[in-house]
């Protein structure tokens, strides 16, 4: 058992309807040690590759992002959810159906921020449809630039989403993949990776 689904056991709460909560450690309140640890972990499984940035959407996926980034010295980019009114009409833009809030989203990255020569690495805290890396994927195809994998904290196996992206030929790295959970008595079975 790994570091992640050692603090998952401890720390997370499982709740009805395939929700695992991780908001005291994670996507919330920030175990920034345990960010720390995920940063070095996906340095470790992606040291075969060379990316110049790192893509995540906001907002839990933001502190992932930067400790990957600042051990592998690249900016960080974010996908933003929503316009203000400095937000350029010059982005890509894709649409993203958010499991979490249930609706979709408009996400979108300003276009000098994404080039045809940049390496990407995406980055996310949970995938469970997989409809944010999905958009993400869209806005990187959409800048022309090279995927080079999607780096995962906490996905779930028994929704579709990691399933869908490894089929469609995407390195994915999860570092905790949840199979099943039971909110009557909070188990959960974690993948053997």
Do not use: C, W
């Amino acid at each position: 058992m790994n570091f992640l689904e050692q603090k998952i056991l401890a720390d997370g709460v499982v709740k009805p309807g395939n929700v695992l909560k991780v908001d005291s450690f994670l996507n919330h309140q920030i175990d920034i040690r345990l960010m720390q640890k995920i940063g070095e972990e996906f340095k470790r499984r992606f040291a075969d590759v060379q990316f110049n940035k790192v893509l995540t959407i906001e907002a839990s996926g933001i502190a992932i992002a930067a400790f990957i980034a600042y051990l592998n010295d690249v900016p960080v980019v974010f996908a933003k959810k929503g316009q203000t009114v400095n937000s350029t009409d010059d982005k890509y833009v894709a649409k993203a159906y958010s499991f979490t809030h249930k609706k979709f989203n408009d996400i979108f990255v300003s276009r000098p921020y994404l080039k045809p020569t940049d390496k990407i690495l995406i980055v996310d805290d949970f995938l469970a449809d997989g409809e944010a890396s999905k958009a993400l994927i869209d806005l990187v195809k959409q800048a022309g630039a090279e995927l080079v994998g999607v780096g995962i904290a906490i996905e779930k196996g028994m929704q579709p989403g990691g399933a869908k992206l490894r089929a469609a030929g995407v390195r994915l790295e999860s570092i905790a993949i949840v199979d099943s959970m039971d909110p009557e008595t909070g188990f959960i079975k974690f993948r053997e990776q």
